[in-house]
């Protein structure tokens, strides 16, 4: 097996354990179906209106056959993979279940042979904005012959509704955004002869749905996130085992004693985060998917034969030693690099056309995620935007996290601003209107910004407010000065920035030799 090979198998496998749940809205779905028995004229429904060929419109039941789903086959098949699958109809309720699902599996005509259902269920799943984000594989799995003309219909639509479909010339894989459409045929389905692999009986169609879905994410890092995902998903009854409800005595004694009993909730939510996060570091160090190995299969994978970083170039097994023993393995190199910026590094690795990519890095390492309950909260690690007189500030809160609640009154707020990065400035990369910009916190006592803020009636903080249309959140002063909310701080980000801030503030004034203080600069 070839190391390309081994980095496709590799994905796989990955994918196949974080895949739990698969889903078929059908509703022509059969548990069994004898196929060589034909049911009697005269006691056969009508089946859809055949599109496939003259000899189904004169047998109806030979049509209805060909359009009937196997979902015992199917089922099982998912089953045989670990994968917990389900046949639903497309009621009213369909949407909830596909929603929960890792695969979604349609059928292209639902409801009286009604392709537009099909299509209103597929723009609901993918444009809510619940579901703008998801990584999701939806596959449409039909008896019809035109997957072509399906698929452009579908392309057209993802265009209509916003989602940036990629051009792809059969339109047999439509990605987009964060997720991606497949088409199959079904088994006794012909199709043209650049179609023809698209044709799949329903016990082969979960093996090739999973290897979608692993070719959808594989990668480095979407196999750190796959591997940990799928530990918490094992492992989430341990969890819930550690925080039984016979603790539920000592929480109450632990939240009574608290000065403000509301932050005991959100103290536990960190412990029940560490331990998802045992679970993930303990599979991760066993399967190791972004270790060495991984790397050497990620570079021998990419197919070029050198690879060009800036004005140097390495051959295939220098920067796989790059990677595996780090730039010291290379000391004229690593000179290089030390007077010049990184990002040539990942720029080397990208492929042409990969802009910002050590920036969005930096960001998802630095922030934390917050979404929108509760909404944001104005303390240590925010990052906001002023806007004032047409102009716009960017800022870094600084006031501690514990003397940003339980306020019954204004409360002044202090503010670092955050502006162009210099040398020896602490620098953090910024999510600003969808881009990425990295910024240095800017120390010097003149430009500090202090702020009154009223707290949010009833919460003992202040908390930004989501505006429309754009769905930005905004904090408000008591000037009525408006801050856009950009982001937070993981705590220990914060907590140096003001460790490195307070060190800065410390300093002793010494009048000492000029001679003495040069000398030292010299060593």
Not at 69 to 97: K, R, V, Y
Not at 101 to 128: F, G, K, M
Not at 459 to 465: Q, S
Request: proline fraction near 5%; include cysteine.
């Amino acid at each position: 097996m070839s190391l390309g090979d081994e980095f496709t198998t590799r994905s796989r496998m990955l994918a196949q354990r974080f895949l739990q749940t698969a889903v078929v809205v059908d509703d022509e779905a059969r548990m069994a179906l004898d196929r060589d028995e034909e049911p009697p004229a005269e006691i056969v429904t009508p089946g859809r209106n055949s599109r496939t060929s003259r000899q189904d419109e004169q047998n109806p039941a030979s049509r209805e056959a060909s359009h009937a789903l196997d979902a015992g086959s199917l089922i099982g098949s998912f089953s045989g993979l670990g994968i917990i699958c389900g046949a639903i109809g497309p009621t009213d309720t369909a949407m909830e279940t596909m929603r929960q699902a890792d695969i979604v599996i349609l059928d292209w005509r639902l409801q009286e042979d009604d392709p537009d259902h099909a299509l209103n269920l597929l723009r609901e799943l993918l444009t809510a904005e619940a579901d703008l984000n998801s990584l999701r594989l939806v596959a449409i799995y039909t008896a019809e012959k035109g997957l072509g003309d399906i698929g452009a219909k579908i392309y057209a639509e993802l265009n209509n509704w916003g989602l940036e479909p990629e051009e792809n010339e059969t339109k047999a894989e439509i990605g987009y955004r964060h997720g991606r459409i497949v088409l199959y045929a079904k088994s006794d389905v012909h199709l043209v002869p650049q179609l023809k692999d698209r044709s799949v009986a329903e016990t082969n169609l979960p093996s090739r749905l999973v290897d979608d879905f692993a070719s959808m994410t594989a990668g480095l890092l979407p196999g750190i996130a796959l591997t940990s995902l799928a530990a918490v998903r094992e492992g989430a009854h341990r969890v819930l085992d550690q925080f039984g409800a016979e603790l539920d005595p000592a929480y109450l004694a632990h939240m009574a004693c608290l000065t403000n009993p509301e932050e005991a909730e959100r103290q536990i939510v960190v412990h029940v985060a560490e331990e998802l996060r045992g679970l993930a570091d303990e599979a991760v160090a066993a399967v190791s998917p972004a270790g060495k190995q991984a790397a050497e299969h990620w570079i021998r994978n990419d197919g070029r034969d050198r690879f060009e970083f800036d004005d140097k170039q390495l051959e295939l097994t220098q920067t796989i030693q790059l990677v595996t023993e780090g730039l010291d393995a290379f000391p004229d190199f690593s000179k290089t690099f030390k007077k010049k910026t990184f990002e040539f590094l990942s720029a080397g690795f990208a492929q042409p056309g990969a802009l910002g990519l050590d920036e969005r890095l930096a960001w998802i390492m630095s922030f934390r995620t917050v979404y929108d309950a509760p909404a944001p909260t104005l303390w240590q690690g925010s990052v906001v935007t002023m806007q004032q007189d047409g102009n716009e500030k960017h800022l870094l809160c600084m006031t501690p996290r514990c003397d940003c609640l339980r306020l019954n009154e204004e409360t002044v707020f202090f503010f670092l601003p955050l502006v162009e990065p210099k040398a020896e400035m602490d620098q953090i990369v910024v999510c600003i209107d969808d881009k990425f910009k990295r910024l240095g916190i800017e120390r010097d006592p003149s430009r500090w910004i202090l702020r009154r803020f009223k707290p949010s009636a009833g919460i003992g903080a202040v908390t930004a407010e989501e505006q429309e249309p754009n769905g930005n959140f905004e904090f408000k002063d008591s000037c009525d000065v408006r801050y856009t909310w950009r982001g937070e701080l993981k705590a220990e980000y914060a907590q140096r920035i003001a460790q490195n801030f307070a060190e800065n503030l410390s300093r002793v004034p010494v009048d000492e030799s000029e001679w003495l203080r040069g000398m030292a600069k010299k060593k």
